[in-house]
């Protein structure tokens, strides 16, 4: 169990907070080897995801998102982008990040990731890796709308007091 996660659940939107928590137990129950889960990003604002849109393209840097500011699925507080996290020497340290699809950490046969995938599809939840440009960190709840309307309910300032739109 990552405390960071915890933390990071927390800034989800309200309606998939409870069911994150869930999906996180479960995956953190699933790996049982030297390889736990990490929730790298959730709730990100659209003025943030403007800046990183900008890395790479008006700014420096590499190209990180495909998405504007009011288009990421983050920006709603309703995706999760995972990485895992690897104990090396097994020193209960966890020493690199692994955005690996394939390895086995716990040797039950299936690959820590596609466990994690799994158990996010078990819920509903799609998954970016099936994406013709493929974004294997990332999964989102959609509630059957589309960012767009996501984002024209916020322009309306259909929104809770915490800022999450109204869904
Ligand atoms: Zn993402």
Redesign the pocket.
Known sequence: MDKITLERIEKLHPKVRKEARQIYDEICQALTGRAICRFA?TFRTIAEQDAIYAQGRTKPGKIVTRARGGY???NYGL?V?IVLIHDVDGDGDYDRAVWDVKTDFDGDKISDWMEVVQIFKSYGWDW?GDWKFS?P??FQKTFGYSVRQLLALHQKKKIDPSGYVRI
């Open positions: 990003f990421s699925w983050h995706a982008d970016g974004d960190p990332h």
